[in-house]
């Protein structure tokens, strides 16, 4: 069965840390880029990073430049992202998503996780 499975989701105070794993069974991640999409309740989804197959090239949006660090381990088929000084605005489900390159909009993302929550609150 082919599955995206994200973990590490959590509540963490403002200024806290986490790390958020995608998982991948069923199907190798090495050919994608994966990236990692947050949709906070009554918001649209945003596209929060992404990173391309070969590690070679990481996007990031301006708001979380500096703060988030996208990365892989092909040998363990998960993709990772590393979110420092959390602030309560990223406040938000997160997804994992497959695409065959890095793309513009979320809407170029083809397979999806199920998303793990992500809350930012003293």
């Known amino acids: 069965q082919v599955q995206l499975v994200e973990s590490g989701g959590d509540l963490v105070q403002p200024g806290g840390s986490l790390r958020l794993s995608c998982a991948a069974s069923g199907f190798t991640l090495d050919y994608y880029a994966i990236g990692w999409i947050r949709q906070a309740p009554g918001k649209e989804r945003e596209g929060v990073s992404c990173i391309s197959s070969s590690a070679g090239s990481t996007y990031y949006a301006d708001s979380v430049k500096g703060r988030f660090t996208v990365s892989r381990d092909n040998a363990k088929n998960t993709v990772y992202l590393q979110m420092n000084s959390l602030k309560p605005e990223d406040t938000a489900v997160y997804y994992c998503?497959?695409?065959?390159?890095?793309?513009?909009?979320?809407?170029?993302?083809?397979?999806w996780g199920q998303g793990t929550q992500v809350t930012v609150s003293s």
């Open positions: 998503a497959t695409a065959p390159w890095c793309p513009v909009g979320v809407g170029g993302y083809d397979y």
